[in-house]
């Protein structure tokens, strides 16, 4: 059974940092579409990063240049580095997975199917 928790929310000041993790378990990094989203009070849910191992992430326009996913050491986790946070980051972020298709790629993943998701960490951004 696939399972991803996040962890390391909480609260920055503008131009602050933070790293999220996303522990997953049940799942081959290989085979899977791994995603990161975020949703802000009223607002939808926005797909930011999408990482597939051994290819280049693909950033949408509103973090690129400030976050950063990356794998770790015990290969079951990712993390996303938030760098010059601002008050417009300020979300819950969840990572999300689905099962790779033939010809899936970090860009061509993209943001929708997924289904598998963790609970969710809150991220605040002060100005």
């Known amino acids: 059974q696939v399972q991803l928790v996040e962890s390391g929310g909480g609260s920055v000041q503008a131009g602050g940092s933070l790293r999220l993790s996303c522990a997953a378990s049940?799942?081959?990094?290989?085979?899977?579409?791994i995603a990161w989203f975020r949703q802000a009070p009223g607002k939808e849910r926005e797909g930011i990063a999408t990482?597939?191992?051994?290819?280049?992430?693909y950033y949408a326009d509103s973090v690129k240049g400030r976050f950063t996913v990356s794998q770790g050491n015990a290969k079951n986790t990712l993390y996303l580095q938030m760098d010059s946070l601002k008050p417009e980051d300020t979300s819950i972020y969840y990572c999300?997975?689905?099962?790779?298709?033939?010809?899936?790629?970090?860009?061509?993943?993209?943001?929708?199917?997924?289904?598998?998701w963790g609970q969710g960490t809150q991220v605040t951004v002060s100005s």
């Open positions: 999300a997975a689905r099962r790779r298709v033939v010809g899936d790629g970090s860009r061509s993943c993209g943001f929708s199917g997924y289904n598998y």
């Open positions: 990482f597939v191992i051994g290819e280049s992430t």
């Open positions: 049940g799942l081959s990094y290989s085979r899977y579409c």
